[in-house]
Structure formats: structure tokens, C-alpha cells
């Protein structure tokens, strides 16, 4: 598996969830990883992006503030914590890597193409 992604899960609101996302080394050795996500009936979005020494991060405007996305490349992973959780961040979230074979340390969402399976996160109020 190139991209696992784990943690999703039923919480209320205001509440936390970190997710966790184990990346292959072989294929993304060097590169940068993030968050997208994909609510029901909307086109799936950028969360947050972490280059690949972990010293520089992105944000959607929606997260700031709340979400923290770091990673640990001793164990092939990336994380995502959300905070002060709302019903609008209920979706199914991706991890994910740029595209194999391009800019590999790049923090711009458009440059993202290799997807793992989701995790669905459901805010409930």
C-alpha cells in the first residue's frame, strides 16, 4: 500500500481527532505529503500540506488555526490533528503525495496526484 490512512471516526463538536497516514518509503522518499478532503456532494479540497523535512507547512484557510499536520519519517508517517472539530469538516479525508516522478517537496495542492483510500470523519452537533 502506498498511501494508508487511519483514525477517522464519529466524534461531537468542538471535539479532536488525529489521523494518521503511513507512506511508502520506496516511492516517496523526499517528498512532501498532505491532507485533501472530500465532503458529500462537493469536490474534494485541499487541508494542509508538510514538506518533507517537515519545516514548512500549508494550510487551507478553513483549518488554520485548528488542524496541525506534521510527520514523523523515521516511521513513514504523516499526521493530522483537528481540533475544535465542526459539523462542515465532516468528510472523508485523503493523504496524499504530489504527483510520482514531479515536484516531489512541493506544498501547492495542484501539484498533488497520488491518493491514498479515505478516512471518513463525521462532525455531529
Known amino acids: 500500500v502506498q498511501l494508508q490512512a487511519s483514525g477517522g471516526g464519529l466524534v461531537q463538536v468542538g471535539d479532536s481527532l488525529r489521523l494518521s497516514c503511513v507512506f511508502s518509503?520506496?516511492?516517496?522518499?523526499?517528498?512532501?505529503m498532505g491532507w485533501f478532503r472530500q465532503a458529500p456532494g462537493k469536490e474534494r479540497e485541499f487541508v494542509a500540506a508538510?514538506?518533507?523535512?517537515?519545516?514548512?507547512?500549508n494550510y487551507a484557510d478553513s483549518v488554520k488555526g485548528r488542524f496541525t499536520i506534521s510527520r514523523d519519517n523515521a516511521k513513514n508517517s504523516v499526521y493530522l490533528q483537528m481540533n475544535s472539530l465542526r459539523p462542515e469538516d465532516t468528510a472523508v479525508y485523503y493523504c496524499?503525495?504530489?504527483?510520482?516522478?514531479?515536484?516531489?517537496?512541493?506544498?501547492?495542492?495542484?501539484?498533488?496526484?497520488?491518493w491514498g483510500q479515505g478516512t471518513l470523519v463525521t462532525v455531529s452537533s
Open positions: 496524499a503525495a504530489p504527483v510520482v516522478g514531479g515536484a516531489g517537496d512541493t506544498l501547492q495542492a495542484a501539484d498533488f496526484g497520488s
Open positions: 508538510i514538506s518533507w523535512s517537515g519545516g514548512s507547512t
Open positions: 518509503e520506496r516511492i516517496f522518499s523526499s517528498y512532501a
